[in-house]
């Protein structure tokens, strides 16, 4: 028996190598688009975002696959990444800054990007010469997955809203019809899937649309996305600090949740939320609604194509209002869509039948008692009023604290800093300012909280927009709105 198993493993064993080597065996090709549009817009986290992706490629046995990279200026040897390390500065000089001055941009400095293996600069004319090169060389069955981590910006087209852009090196950039034109030199039957984490993203939802015009139909190549917010609100996450445990972005997330750990390389509840053993893009997007304590407002692409081409109840038309029990939401919603709901519902304290109802007058302003509209207040950081009281003891003690410049301030930052130190660390208040101060960032901001229920109505919105879809008898829509669903909820490794 044991010489048939031996052959038995060997005949697999040939039999995949002949597989992998056939022409025409389904593939996975990475193009990441990444870093900012100068140095002073190239930020750190979008270098180490690369990074992680890496990483997390490595970590799924893909790290073998074709990745092309553009990163900013490319392999320039330039200073051309923005990096901020506060703690390379010196103690009192923070101190400094933190009781008497202003913090931006402490220990702020520029350095080469350190991302391996970039194919050259992120620019227009790249990211086209490698769709009609390389892109063209894909073939029927073969799935791109594109990465866009950088800056965008809003449609500067009065008639096009959603054709927002990808910002590039040199100030330049690519719009989300641009990338469509690119896209369809791809030959038929490779299927795109993109994660983009910029500004405004969520306008390149609509490249499944044939030239990124819902009128002109669904282009015949499979093109799904996800996106870190829609395509008119900024995205959260540029920032040149090197600390990744401060990045709160898309895509950390995203990419959690796909590889089973965080920036950290720390364990996370794997979201396998229809718990059938796998962790599906459509998962990881969800598992992004439901834990990222962000300003973003995620979209992807079967949730545009509803927004397009569903509507809500207008009367008696056998369609669901947008203000229905929400039992009934709940009883037409998937796995990933009651994760969702029932988390936002605890997180936002939501109960009840009449939930989308409350969750919409949360999102609403109340009216001050001057004329503009101002948003409820949750909560101040009372670190202010005591890091105040500090300074002002201090400058009772040197009343030339109140210029930073003044001789006496700069003695007390280099020959005298240990007594600037300890007269602060000393001060009978300063722990409890230190307290009061992780108080408050641990504080979900009212603009993140109401987000947050944006993100409860949005998902209940397209729970509703699907089962109108359904009744509105357009065959034809339903089953594109069907197939998209089910390419969203495909895998990372599902070709390997």
Not at 40 to 64: D, K, P, T
Not at 284 to 296: C, G
Request: charged content about 25%.
């Amino acid at each position: 028996m044991r010489p048939n198993l031996l052959l038995r493993s060997f005949l697999v064993s040939v039999l995949a190598c002949s597989l992998l080597s056939v022409p025409g065996w389904a593939e996975d090709h990475l193009l990441t688009i990444g870093g900012g549009y100068s140095p002073a817009g190239n930020q750190a986290s979008l270098e180490r975002n690369v990074l992680f992706f890496q990483r997390l490629l490595e970590e799924q046995g893909m790290g073998r696959l074709q990745h092309d990279i553009y990163f900013a200026d490319g392999d320039s040897k330039g200073a051309d990444l923005q990096v901020m390390d506060r703690n390379s500065v010196p103690k009192a000089n923070r101190l400094m800054a933190e009781f008497f001055g202003s913090e931006e941009n402490l220990g702020l400095a520029y350095r080469n990007h350190q991302v391996p293996n970039v194919k050259g600069q992120t620019s227009p004319a790249n990211i086209r010469d490698w769709f009609s090169t390389k892109g063209k060389k894909l073939k029927s069955g073969d799935r791109l997955l594109i990465y866009v981590t950088a800056h965008g910006n809003r449609s500067s087209n009065r008639q096009n809203e959603h054709d927002t852009t990808i910002a590039t090196w040199d100030n330049k950039s690519i719009k989300m019809t641009e990338l469509v034109k690119m896209l369809d030199q791809l030959p038929g039957g490779v299927e795109v899937v993109t994660v983009m984490v910029q500004c405004h993203a969520g306008g390149f939802a609509r490249f499944m649309f044939n030239g990124g015009d819902p009128d002109r139909g669904l282009s015949k190549q499979r093109r799904i996305g996800f996106f870190a917010t829609v395509h008119d609100r900024p995205a959260a996450g540029c920032t040149p600090e090197i600390d990744e445990a401060s990045y709160v972005e898309y895509s950390s997330f995203f990419w959690a949740a796909l590889g089973g750990r965080d920036r950290a390389g720390k364990p996370i509840a794997i979201p396998d939320y229809d718990q059938d053993g796998e962790v599906s893009f459509e998962e990881a997007h969800a598992y992004v609604i439901l834990t990222a304590d962000t300003i973003d407002l995620p979209v992807k692409t079967s949730g545009e194509f509803l927004t397009v081409h569903s509507k809500f109840s207008e009367g008696d038309d056998g369609l669901l209002a947008n203000d229905i029990d929400y039992s009934q939401v709940l009883e037409l919603a998937t796995a990933s869509q009651k994760e969702i709901l029932e988390g936002l519902s605890e997180q936002l304290k939501l109960s009840g039948d009449n939930r989308l109802v409350d969750a919409w007058k949360a999102t609403q302003t109340r009216r001050g008692p001057g004329r503009n509209r101002q948003p409820v207040s949750r909560g101040q950081d009372k670190s202010r009023d005591v890091r105040r009281e500090i300074a002002s003891d201090l400058k009772r003690r040197w009343p030339a604290l109140a210029n930073v410049l003044n001789p006496l301030a700069i003695e007390l930052i280099t020959t005298r800093s240990n007594e600037l130190v300890a007269a602060i660390e000393e001060h009978p208040k300063y722990e409890s300012y230190r307290e009061l101060s992780l108080e408050a960032k641990s504080m979900l901001s009212e603009q993140k909280r109401k987000v947050k229920f944006d993100r409860f109505l949005r998902t209940a919105d397209n729970v509703i927009m699907a089962e109108n879809l359904k009744r509105m008898d357009d065959q034809e829509q339903f089953e594109q709105f069907q197939a998209l669903v089910a390419a969203e909820g495909r895998t990372l490794r599902e070709n390997q």
